[in-house]
């Protein structure tokens, strides 16, 4: 089976009726989890951004106490888990204001790691990866933004 183009499903979809869309997104949200978990983002949370960040935070913060700190391969193994899942938040949000407060948590919950994140080269680069994308994403927001965001992130460097 060739898949179609998303120029071709969303020309499909406009032909569609209301009950036939509603069919199809409660169909989409049974083969997966990120199905669910995006609509569930875009039906419920989308108009409190400050709440699904909150509760991002609380999971990211929860996740990372239960890190198997018996060796850095545990721990590597978990904060990448980690940061894949605060990725996936981010791609269900679209907002880069929203992009900077998780990563920036998800950095400063690193950073806060014991034993010490400094003492492992790969979570070393995961960290440096991740201060990058904050920069670029900060380089995109308003001016006040940008200085607000800038000062947290001199003081997580």
């Known amino acids: 089976m060739k898949t179609a183009t998303v120029r071709e499903l969303k020309i499909e979809l406009q032909y569609r009726s209301q009950i036939e869309l509603v069919e199809l997104c409660l169909r989409l949200s049974k083969f997966k989890k990120e199905n669910k978990e995006l609509l569930t983002y875009l039906l419920f949370e989308q108009t409190d951004e400050d709440a699904f960040i909150l509760g991002v935070k609380q999971e990211v913060e929860a996740d990372f106490k239960l890190i198997n700190r ?8 978990s904060v990448r888990k980690i940061l894949r899942n605060t990725k996936k938040y981010i791609r269900y ?4 204001e929203t992009e900077v407060e998780l990563l920036l948590y998800f950095c400063w919950e690193l950073k806060e790691l014991q034993p010490n994140y400094k003492s492992n080269v790969s979570l070393v680069n995961i960290f440096d990866r991740q201060i990058l994308s904050i920069k670029k994403a900060i380089a995109t927001l308003h001016e006040d933004l940008q200085y607000d965001y800038g000062l947290e992130l001199e003081e997580l460097s």
């Open 70 to 77: 018996n060796s850095y391969f545990y721990i590597k193994k």
């Open 93 to 96: 949000s679209k907002k880069k």
